[in-house]
C-alpha cells in the first residue's frame, strides 16, 4: 500500500465505504427471499463477493492513512445512487418476484452513482491503489448496469 495519498483519495474512499455497505445490505435483503430469480441471484452474489473485500480493503487504506473512519451510511445518505430508508423497506416487504424486478432497478441507480462517485478519483487521485480501485469500479460496474439492464428487459 502506497502511502502516497491526497485529499481526492481520502474523500473517494470515505464515501465508497458507506456506498458499498448499502450494495451489501440490498444484497442481504435479496437473498433472503426464497423465489428470487435464479440470474437476479446470481448477479447480487457477484456483487457481495466483490464489494465486501474491497470496504475491508478501503477501511485499511483509511486506517494507514489516519484518516479517520468512512462516512457512515447515515452520514452519506443524499449521495448518488443511495437508496433511501423508504427504498430499502420497500425491498425488504417485496416477494421474490417483485424483489428480482426491485432490486435491479435499485442496483442500477446505485451503480451508476459509484460510477460518478469513482471518476473525480480517476481524475484527481494520487494514491495508485485508490485510482486502480476507481477504474475498476468503473469498469465492473458498467458491465453490471449493462448486464442487469438486459435481465430487466427479460423480467
Known amino acids: 500500500m502506497s502511502p502516497e495519498h491526497?485529499?481526492?483519495?481520502?474523500?473517494?474512499?470515505?464515501?465508497?465505504?458507506?456506498?458499498?455497505?448499502?450494495?451489501?445490505?440490498?444484497?442481504?435483503?435479496?437473498?433472503?427471499?426464497?423465489?428470487?430469480?435464479?440470474?437476479?441471484?446470481?448477479?447480487?452474489?457477484?456483487?457481495?463477493?466483490?464489494?465486501?473485500?474491497?470496504?475491508?480493503?478501503?477501511?485499511?487504506?483509511?486506517?494507514?492513512?489516519?484518516?479517520?473512519?468512512?462516512m457512515s451510511l447515515e452520514q452519506a445518505q443524499g449521495m448518488q445512487g443511495l437508496l433511501s430508508p423508504d427504498d430499502l423497506a420497500q425491498l425488504e416487504r417485496a416477494d421474490g418476484a417483485t424483489a428480482s424486478t426491485l432490486l435491479l432497478q435499485q442496483m442500477i441507480v446505485h451503480h451508476q452513482g459509484a460510477v460518478s462517485m469513482a471518476q473525480p478519483e480517476i481524475q484527481n487521485g494520487t494514491n495508485p491503489q485508490a485510482t486502480e480501485l476507481a477504474q475498476s469500479i468503473v469498469q465492473s460496474q458498467q458491465q453490471q448496469i449493462q448486464q442487469m439492464q438486459t435481465m430487466l428487459d427479460r423480467l
Open 6 to 70: 491526497n485529499q481526492a483519495d481520502v474523500q473517494f474512499v470515505k464515501m465508497m465505504v458507506p456506498h458499498h455497505q448499502q450494495a451489501l445490505r440490498m444484497a442481504e435483503i435479496v437473498l433472503a427471499k426464497p423465489d428470487l430469480n435464479p440470474q437476479v441471484r446470481q448477479m447480487t452474489e457477484k456483487i457481495q463477493r466483490e464489494q465486501g473485500p474491497e470496504i475491508e480493503k478501503m477501511q485499511s487504506w483509511l486506517a494507514a492513512w489516519n484518516a479517520g473512519p468512512a
